[in-house]
T-cell receptor
Framework: GAVVSQHPSWVICKSGTSVKIECRSLDFQATTMFWYRQFPKQSLMLMATSNEGSKATYEQGVEKDKFLINHASLTLSTLTVTSAHPEDSSFYIC????????????FGPGTRLTVL | SQKIEQNSEALNIQEGKTATLTCNYTNYSPAYLQWYRQDPGRGPVFLLLIRENEKEKRKERLKVTFDTTLKQSLFHITASQPADSATYLCALDADSNYQLIWGAGTKLIIKP
């Protein structure tokens, strides 16, 4: 149980285009999903917290107009990188929170974004 | 500010030995602590969670200890195998908006 999928697993795009990444909880309902970014050999950097049916909460320094998050259902959250630039190239990982008693997060496999 | 420290140096262990990883934290009193495994190019995988009132937790070859006085957690892998080679992350609950505070991870290399 507690499987989270991400699509696509990798994407290469041209500078200036927008890219959408999907995160789905397959066998549980996730009221909260998280989006992380990870650079090589560095830890996870939380970008935003996504709550179903409400606006995402962005971390300081993360541009909400550049990284659009939509959490339309209890099993799906999307991250859209708008007008992508080479500096946006990174590994993007989502996680879904299961359970109310403890903050147990299950992660997707990640999406490798390369902007040319 | 809240801070988590994990050994940034890679840990090289001979196969069959016990690997011990350390997670230290400051300026914080978490209700629980979690350990995750991350392989290159993959998302983290949850391994173990230990609560503040638990001293030790075991799962197969894994053992986690939690010392709230020392503000430290130790993660042990007994009878280590090359397949255990990965980066291991510790995380603490941040209490706000269900976020976790993450350590930078320790790369573990098990040599055959």
């Amino acid at each position: 149980g507690a499987v989270v999928s991400q699509h696509p697993s990798w994407v290469i795009c041209k500078s200036g285009t927008s890219v959408k990444i999907e995160c789905r909880s397959l066998d549980f309902q996730a009221t909260t999903m998280f989006w992380y970014r990870q650079f090589p050999k560095q830890s996870l950097m939380l970008m935003a917290t996504s709550n179903e049916g409400s606006k995402a909460t962005y971390e300081q320094g993360v541009e909400k107009d550049k990284f659009l998050i939509n959490h339309a259902s209890l099993t799906l959250s999307t991250l859209t990188v708008t007008s992508a630039h080479p500096e946006d190239s990174s590994f993007y990982i989502c996680s879904a929170r299961e359970g109310l008693a403890v903050n147990l997060q299950f992660f997707g496999p990640g999406t490798r974004l390369t902007v040319l | 500010s809240q801070k988590i420290e994990q050994n940034s140096e890679a840990l090289n262990i001979q196969e069959g030995k016990t690997a011990t990883l350390t997670c230290n934290y400051t300026n914080y009193s978490p209700a629980y602590l979690q350990w995750y495994r991350q392989d290159p190019g993959r998302g983290p995988v949850f391994l173990l969670l230990i609560r503040e009132n638990e001293k030790e937790k075991r799962k197969e070859r894994l053992k986690v200890t939690f010392d709230t006085t020392l503000k430290q957690s130790l993660f042990h892998i007994t009878a280590s195998q090359p397949a255990d080679s990965a980066t291991y992350l510790c995380a603490l609950d941040a209490d706000s908006n269900y976020q976790l505070i993450w350590g930078a991870g320790t790369k573990l290399i098990i040599k055959p």
